[in-house]
Nanobody, 115 residues
């Protein structure tokens, strides 16, 4: 059974930075894609950033130039460096991983940006 363990969320002031990490365990295969989604209260979950095993990346327009996704393929781990955080970035951030055998979600980590 694949498990995703997220870390790095917390409370930060506007303009600050946080780094999220997500490690996937339990798979004999490397991931195809790993990414981060977020869900704010009363809103639908949406894509923040995604990376493929080949290193291709995609970002939501709202985070381009501020957030950077990276990965350690050997460790099936993905990182999200978040800079210049804004109050509207406040949400629960969920890690997602796509493997040959299925798609998996983490439990979520809260990111709160105070103004």
């Amino acid at each position: 059974q694949v498990q995703l363990v997220e870390s790095g969320g917390g409370l930060v002031q506007a303009g600050g930075s946080l780094r999220l990490s997500c490690a996937a365990s339990g798979s004999l295969f490397s991931f195809n894609t790993m990414g981060w989604y977020r869900q704010a209260p009363g809103k639908q979950r949406g894509l923040v950033a995604v990376i493929t095993s080949g290193g291709s990346t995609d970002y939501a327009n709202s985070v381009k130039g501020r957030f950077t996704i990276s990965s350690d393929n050997a460790k099936n781990t993905v990182y999200l460096q978040m800079n210049s955080l804004k109050p509207e970035d406040t949400a629960v951030y969920y890690c997602n991983a796509g493997f040959l055998h299925g798609n998996y979600w983490g439990q979520g980590t809260q990111v709160t940006v105070s103004s």
